[in-house]
């Protein structure tokens, strides 16, 4: 296991202007806002943890994490923007690869394709919310890489 940090869970509408707030805290704290004043190297992926709402006009919750490099892992920097995880937290994932610029439309459609595609096997009745989207490439215009991951801890 990876050591991560992980940052409060954000309650919004959008999966973008989550993840925008949620950036906000990450950079504050990878740029030494923490308790080592450590400035920390970016890593990828960003994962972030989805929790749909229930119903329409009502806030989903967004989970940021990322890994923390290698220099950190037995010991990460605290801070009151994040705190320390072991990622993953599961042991098998269902993968569905996907490029472009992640919005709230295409993280449905990516997240119901996968569920959909896992419907005739053992991970179609285990895999559930949360889904979680990594996201590789945030400076990128071009050969951008995204996944939709569903979690299982059997199989």
Request: glycine letters at 6%; charged letters at 20%; one cysteine or more.
């Amino acid at each position: 296991m990876l050591c991560g940090c992980l940052l409060p869970p954000i309650n919004c509408t959008s999966y973008k202007d989550a993840v925008g707030r949620g950036f906000n805290s990450l950079f504050a704290y990878i740029q030494g806002s923490n308790d080592q004043a450590a400035k920390i190297d970016m890593t990828k992926p960003i994962l972030v943890d989805v929790y749909p709402s229930t119903g329409p006009f009502c806030n989903s919750s967004f989970v940021m994490h990322f890994y923390v490099p290698q220099k950190y892992q037995k010991s990460p920097p605290l801070s009151v923007h994040a705190r320390p995880v072991r990622l993953p937290r599961h042991k098998y994932a269902a993968v569905r690869r996907f490029g472009g610029f992640v919005d709230d439309t295409n993280i449905a459609t990516q997240a119901l394709a996968l569920k959909r595609s896992l419907k005739d096997n053992p991970w179609g009745s285990q895999s559930a919310v949360p889904f979680s989207v990594a996201g590789y490439s945030p400076y990128e215009y071009e050969n951008r890489v995204n996944e939709v991951i569903l979690w299982c801890d059997k199989f």
